[in-house]
Nanobody, 124 residues
Framework: QVQLVESGGGLVQAGGSLRLSCAAS????????MGWFRQAPGTERDFVAR????????YYADSVKGRFTISRDNAKNTVYLQMNSLKPEDTAVYYC?????????????????WGQGTQVTVSS
């Protein structure tokens, strides 16, 4: 079992930055690839970014490429999402998720564990 707790969301003006954190419980954090997803009201949960177990490789949705950076600190059992140049369309609840598979996937249902989410609101 892995428990995930996100933090760092809030209200920010367009063009601003936020850093989300996701703290994981347990001693098996480094055996999971980690992802960030987001969900706006009335929409499906969308992939944002993914990082491999070691942190050596990352993958991003086209909509955030060049603006967001995913990273992890396995010693602290934490994954981060640095969000720069935020836009109103980035407004959503952001979720972190853990995936025990080695296969890169952007499909939410294939991730094993989820956090409760943190709200990010970008004002214009």
């Amino acid at each position: 079992q892995v428990q995930l707790v996100e933090s760092g969301g809030g209200l920010v003006q367009a063009g601003g930055s936020l850093r989300l954190s996701c703290a994981a419980s347990g001693r098996t954090f480094s055996t999971y690839a980690m992802g960030w997803f987001r969900q706006a009201p009335g929409t499906e949960r969308d992939f944002v970014a993914r990082i491999t177990r070691s942190g050596g490789s990352t993958y991003y949705a086209d909509s955030v490429k060049g603006r967001f950076t995913i990273s992890r600190d396995n010693a602290k059992n934490t994954v981060y999402l640095q969000m720069n140049s935020l836009k109103p369309e980035d407004t959503a609840v952001y979720y972190c998720a853990a995936d025990g598979s080695r296969v890169l996937t952007t499909t939410p249902r294939l991730y094993d564990y989820w956090g409760q989410g943190t709200q990010v609101t970008v004002s214009s």
